[in-house]
């Protein structure tokens, strides 16, 4: 089970990454050049994807009722990880 939850984390941080990296802001940051035409759509979708994907190891670790609670801590988890290393980034 602790593989499954570092499983999931990493596809929290991941998805939530993907997500500030559709903003045109924080993919100017991390990339240092702007994005070209229909990439932002892509990070998006790719985050929303990941963070979407993370749910199915925690159903299947801890089943549905905590599974989805957990998920939704480690959604907060991700956010703050992203968070920031875009604040150090932005110094």
Partial sequence: MTLLFVLALLMIVAG???LALGMTRHFQA????????GVLHW???IGVGLLGLALLPCVAGWGVAIGIVLWSGLLAAG???VALYLAKGAE
């Fill in 79 to 81: 956010v703050i990880a």
């Fill in 16 to 18: 939530m990454a993907g």
């Fill in 43 to 45: 990070w998006r979708g």
């Fill in 30 to 37: 991390v990339f240092r050049h702007l994005p070209a035409a």
